[in-house]
């Protein structure tokens, strides 16, 4: 059973803080993603990384960036919080072969005030 | 640039009767048609899925189709429940190389069934 977990549910920061989301999965996926959802936005591409050390720019990756040091750990950086980034954070994985099914971690809620 | 348009954005329905949610591409190469569930508070799980090679998959009470030409897929609920009370979005995979399963996802509907 794939299992996404994501170090926090809650998150309330400040702005201008440096701020850490992390996403481990343990099915040895090669393919990981960052998504944000916001209401009437469905779900947006940040940042997604198909191999260690790989990063590639999503569809709204101004403000973040990512680093993947190991194949089952994704985290997502925001160099200096802004309040317009407060939203509901859901990390992916998926197998880089068929098939291609993402799998999503619970989510964090993060809060910049 | 690559879009995928969902609609309509809210649905209630009755339960028992059916509900139709219907989603259109642009990317010509997108090959791969997920739809996941959202029910409030977790997380989105896929739900049934469609490749390019074929025109409709059903599973149960859901299924799927596709018009390639038309560029268009739709999920199609029968005999609605309760249960099926959540947000549903489509997906299509990105034409583009590098990572395959890489997708975009429509803006989501809101299916609210009345018992």
């Known amino acids: 059973d794939v299992k996404v977990t994501q170090s926090s549910r809650y998150l309330v920061k400040r702005t201008g803080e440096k701020v850490f989301l992390e996403c481990v999965q343990d099915?040895?996926?090669?393919?990981m993603f960052w998504y944000r959802q916001d209401p009437g936005l469905g779900l947006r591409l940040i940042y997604f990384?198909?191999?260690?050390?790989?990063?590639e720019k999503g569809d709204i990756p101004e403000g973040y960036s990512v680093s993947r040091e190991k194949k089952e750990r994704f985290s997502l950086i925001l160099e200096s919080a802004s309040t317009n980034q407060t939203s509901m954070y859901l990390c992916a994985s998926s197998s880089g072969t068929e098939p291609y099914e993402q799998y999503f971690g619970p989510g964090t809620r993060l809060t910049v005030t | 640039g690559e879009n995928v348009e969902q609609h309509p954005s809210t649905l209630s329905v009755q339960e028992g009767d059916s509900a139709v949610i219907k989603c259109t591409y642009s990317?010509?190469?997108?090959?791969?048609f997920p739809w996941y569930k959202q029910e409030l508070g977790k997380r989105p799980q896929l739900i049934i899925d469609i490749r390019s090679n074929v025109g409709e998959k059903k599973d149960q009470r859901i299924a799927v189709t596709l018009n390639k030409t038309a560029k268009h897929f739709s999920l199609h609920i029968t005999e609605t429940q309760p249960e099926d009370s959540a947000v549903y979005f489509c997906a299509a995979s990105r034409g583009y190389g590098g990572s395959q399963g890489n997708l975009i996802f429509g803006k989501g509907t809101k299916l609210s069934v009345k018992p």
């Open positions: 990317d010509s190469a997108s090959n791969y």
């Open positions: 990384s198909y191999d260690v050390k790989m990063k």
């Open positions: 099915m040895d996926h090669e393919n």
